[in-house]
C-alpha cells in the first residue's frame, strides 16, 4: 500500500508497475493511459472485478486498486445497505465493513498466489493523534481509514509506503538574538518505507528509509537488496 496526500502521483506509480490494470472506486486516472474497469459505484462491482481477474484470461502482471479509502466507502454503504440499524449498534458496522475487507483481501491473495500478480493498493493520507504508551501523543500521518479496516490491511501488505515531499529545516534570524526553524520543501517527492513518529510505514524488503517516488527507483532499491 501507498499512501499520502492527494496530487503526489500515487496513480501514476501504479501506473508504471508492470502491465497493470486499475480497479477504481474514485475517477483519479485523470489523462493516464492505462487499462481500467469502469469506475466502481458499488462494493459488489469491485468484488467482480477481482473475480474477472482470477477467472478469465489475460496477461495482466499487476492489478492496482485506486483508492482503499474510498473502497470503504462503497463498504460502508453496503453495510448500511444489508444491515438494519439495530444490527450495527454498539460499534457493529465496522466489524461488518472489515468482513468485507476480508473478502477484498482473500480476493487479492489469491490473485496474487494462483494468478502471479502483484497488487498495489493506493490510499489517502490524514493525520491522527497517536497515543503513544511511551511517550507524550503526538500527531502523525497514518492511511485514511477506520482503525479496524486500517489494521486490517497493514497486516496484510508486505509493505505500506508514506510519500511526501522532501522537507528541510532552515533557521532564520527574526531579531532581538533569537531564531527560528522553517520547514521548505524541496519539491522532491520521497516513498518513506520505515515508520517514523511522524508517519507510519514498514516494509519486509529491508529497504532504504526513503527512496524517490518512482518505480524505477523502486524496482532498483528491491534489486540492491536482492543481490
Sequence with gaps: MIYGPHG??????????PSPIVIQTEDGLGL??????????TYKEVVEAIGALYEEKHDYQTVVLDSVDWLENLINAHVNNNYEAKELAYGKSAIYA???FREILEGLTALRNDRDMAVILIAHSE???????????YDRYQPKLQARASALVQEWCDAVFFTNFR?????????????????????ERLIYTTEKPAYLAKNRYG???????????????LAQKAA
Design 8 to 17: 503526489m502521483g500515487k496513480t501514476t506509480f501504479g501506473a508504471k508497475a
Design 32 to 41: 493516464l493511459d492505462v487499462p481500467h474497469f469502469p469506475l466502481a459505484s
Design 98 to 100: 472489515a468482513d468485507c
Design 127 to 137: 493525520i491522527k493523534r497517536f497515543e503513544n504508551p511511551e511517550t507524550e501523543p
Design 167 to 187: 522537507v528541510v529545516t532552515k533557521e532564520t534570524e527574526v531579531g532581538f538574538n533569537s531564531s527560528a526553524r522553517r520547514g521548505i520543501t524541496t519539491g
Design 207 to 221: 529497504l532504504p528509509d526513503s527512496i524517490p517516488l518512482s518505480w524505477d527507483a523502486f524496482q532498483n532499491a
